[in-house]
């Protein structure tokens, strides 16, 4: 076996062992918010490591550049999607994504409406 | 049966609790089991593409990654204006 197909496979191990633990996380926690958290590492760790593999074999020709590209798309639109999962989870539960007199960090209600107002 | 194959099957695996999340839970639940099967598959597309050593095979991965973006905007907003 050369150090290449070492890499790989350990690379390859690497990454769909992360991807299979966010999976099973994502089923087993409760509530949107603790889920989630587990589509952070399955679009970095994982998919770092699945890229990384393909490029370790292929070095960077098309193949190799094209799995870099899908890795940048995932780690960018994760964040993104993400973010609008969430506010669309809070709106669903609470009908405004703003926070309320009773949360975390908030002393009373607001006198005037908040900056920019809401947007629905 | 090469290395990549037994990655992608053993990554296919990772789509049953996807689906499961999908299919129970509050809908904002299931809009994350559906994020995640869109990441997911896209590895599995980027994977079956080395396995069967065809570099173009890897636009089918890559144009999921940006329409599984795309979409799962479009249920964030559908979820959060209409239901």
């Not at chain 1, 639109?77 to 709106?91: G, I, K, M």
């Not at chain 2, 789509?15 to 499961?20: A, M, Q, Y």
């Not at chain 2, 099967?37 to 144009?63: K, P, S």
């Amino acid at each position: 076996m050369s150090p290449r197909t070492v890499a790989v496979a350990a690379l390859l191990t690497v990454g769909v062992g992360v991807e299979l633990a966010c999976c099973l996380g994502v089923l087993l926690m409760r509530g949107v918010y603790d889920k989630l958290h587990f589509t952070g590492p399955a679009t970095t760790i994982g998919s770092l490591a699945i890229a990384l593999a393909v490029i370790v074999e292929e070095s960077f020709s098309q193949a190799g550049l094209k799995a870099l590209l899908v890795f940048l798309t995932l780690l960018v639109s994760n964040p993104v999607l993400t973010h609008a999962t969430a506010r669309a989870a809070r709106v669903h539960q609470l009908g405004t994504w703003q926070p309320e007199a009773g949360d975390a960090g908030q002393t009373a209600a607001p006198d005037r409406p908040a900056p920019g107002g809401p947007d629905r | 049966m090469n290395v990549w194959m037994v990655a992608t099957i053993a990554l296919l695996a990772g789509l049953i609790p996807c689906g499961v999340t999908c299919l129970r839970g509050d809908v904002a639940d299931r809009l994350v089991g559906l994020e995640l099967a869109g990441a997911v598959v896209t590895l599995v597309l980027l994977l079956l593409a080395e396995a069967f050593g065809r570099a173009i095979y890897t636009d089918i991965a890559l144009a999921l990654a940006l329409l599984s973006l795309a979409g799962g905007l479009v249920f964030a907003r559908f979820l959060e204006r209409f239901l």
